[in-house]
C-alpha cells in the first residue's frame, strides 16, 4: 500500500533558526497537504499543493511540491516559539488521507 | 460554532468495558473518518464513511464499530476494550475525496485511557 514517509522525526531549533521537514511517497501523489498540530492539540490544515514543481508562500513559511509529484518539503524561516509542533504531509490513499508520521518540531526560546 | 466536535474529551475506563464516542460536523460535509493517533503521534485511519460507502482499515479490531445516524453524525463504539486501546482518536471531516481541494476538519481529540 501506499506510504508517507518524512524526515526528520524530531529536530530541535534555537528561535530564529531556520527549519525543514522532508515528506516522500511511495507514489506519485494527485496533491499533497500539510497540517500542524500544536501540543496538545488536533491537526490543523495549512496548505494543499496540486501542481508538480508548485511553490507557495505562508508568511514565513515556504511549501514545495516536487517535480515527480512525489516529494514535498516544509520550510519555516526564523523560527518562533509559536511554530512549536508536529508537522504531518499528507496524501490522497483510496477514499481516505495517508498521513506522513509527523517532525516534532521544538523552538528553545 | 464549532465546526467538528466530538465527546467526550477525556475517557477513561477499565479493561473489557463498552464505551462509544459521538462526532459530529455542521460543515455540510459528505466524508467522516475516524483517526487512532497513538503516542508516538502516528495518525492512522481507521474507518472513512460517507452516504454511500463505509471503508473499513483491515488493520482495525473488530471491538471497533462506526455508526452514523446521519450524514452529519459518526459515532465510534469500542466493545471489550484493552490496554492497547489507549490512544487519542480523531473525528474528522471533508468533502468527498477524490474531487479535489478536500481537507480534512478535526475535531479537538478523544484521549482514551484503558486501566
Known amino acids: 500500500g501506499q506510504q508517507v514517509m518524512q524526515i526528520p522525526q524530531y529536530q530541535h531549533v534555537q528561535e530564529g533558526e531556520d527549519f525543514t521537514t522532508y515528506c516522500n511517497s511511495s507514489?506519485?501523489?494527485?496533491?499533497i497537504q500539510w497540517y500542524k498540530q500544536r501540543p496538545g492539540g488536533h491537526p490543523v490544515f495549512l496548505i494543499q499543493?496540486?501542481?508538480?514543481?508548485e511553490v507557495k508562500k505562508q508568511k514565513r513559511l515556504t511549501f514545495q511540491f516536487g517535480e515527480a509529484k512525489k516529494n514535498s518539503s516544509l520550510h519555516i524561516t526564523a523560527t518562533q516559539t509559536t511554530d512549536v509542533g508536529t508537522y504531518f504531509c499528507?496524501?490522497?490513499?483510496?477514499?481516505?488521507?495517508?498521513f506522513g508520521p509527523g517532525t516534532r518540531l521544538s523552538v528553545l526560546p | 460554532d464549532t465546526a467538528v466536535s466530538q465527546t467526550p474529551k477525556y475517557l477513561v475506563t477499565q479493561m473489557g468495558n463498552d464505551k462509544s464516542i459521538k462526532c459530529e460536523q455542521n460543515?455540510?460535509?459528505?466524508?467522516m473518518y475516524w483517526y487512532k493517533q497513538d503516542s508516538k503521534k502516528f495518525l492512522k485511519i481507521m474507518f472513512s464513511?460517507?452516504?454511500?460507502?463505509?471503508?473499513i482499515n483491515e488493520t482495525v479490531p473488530n471491538r471497533f464499530s462506526p455508526k452514523s445516524p446521519d450524514k452529519a453524525h459518526l459515532n465510534l463504539h469500542i466493545n471489550s476494550l484493552e490496554l492497547g486501546d489507549s490512544a487519542v482518536y480523531f473525528c474528522?471531516?471533508?468533502?468527498?475525496?477524490?474531487?479535489?481541494?478536500?481537507?480534512?476538519?478535526f475535531g479537538s481529540g478523544t484521549q482514551l485511557s484503558v486501566l
Open positions: 474528522a471531516s471533508s468533502q468527498e475525496p477524490g474531487r479535489g481541494g478536500e481537507k480534512l476538519f
Open positions: 507514489t506519485t501523489l494527485s496533491n
Open positions: 499543493l496540486v501542481k508538480s514543481g
Open positions: 499528507a496524501g490522497p490513499g483510496g477514499q481516505n488521507f495517508v
Open positions: 460543515l455540510g460535509h459528505d466524508t
Open positions: 464513511y460517507n452516504n454511500k460507502e463505509l471503508i
